[in-house]
């Protein structure tokens, strides 16, 4: 049955539908993908596991990146705190300004990673 014969045999509402066509084109890619799997063979599985196992490599190298570097930023932080004590502890009120808003950046900071992690869905 061709394409135009099958047109015809849907009933008018269907045919002006496009989630009906849309179905319909489905059947039709899939049976191409079908005959595409028929095509793969052993060395294809194994070019695709071994650029797998590259990119896994590669993922988990930028994530020990992402640690060094979050180590060298909770270094510098710590090393600015000490850095204020001990250059403000003759002026405690102001020492206890400059932690305060210290302290409030950071929880500030710490809830706008949190929610931007639960609205990317991380």
């Known amino acids: 049955m061709s394409d135009t014969e099958v047109h015809d045999n849907i009933p008018q509402e269907n045919q002006e539908n496009p989630t009906f066509f849309g179905m319909r084109m489905g059947v039709n890619i899939s049976d191409a993908n079908f005959a595409l799997l028929d095509k793969i063979t052993p060395?294809?599985?194994?070019?695709?596991?071994?650029?797998?196992?590259?990119?896994?490599?590669?993922?988990?190298?930028?994530?020990?990146?992402?640690?060094?570097?979050?180590?060298?930023?909770?270094?510098?932080?710590?090393?600015?705190?000490?850095?204020?004590?001990?250059?403000?502890?003759?002026?405690?009120?102001?020492?206890?300004t400059v932690i305060t808003i210290a302290v409030s950046f950071l929880g500030g900071l710490g809830t706008g990673f949190t929610l931007f992690k639960r609205k990317n869905g991380d």
């Open 43 to 96: 060395e294809h599985m194994d070019k695709m596991i071994d650029a797998s196992a590259s990119d896994e490599q590669a993922k988990r190298k930028i994530q020990s990146r992402r640690q060094w570097l979050n180590l060298v930023y909770a270094v510098l932080a710590m090393a600015v705190f000490v850095f204020l004590i001990i250059f403000l502890r003759s002026d405690t009120d102001l020492l206890v």
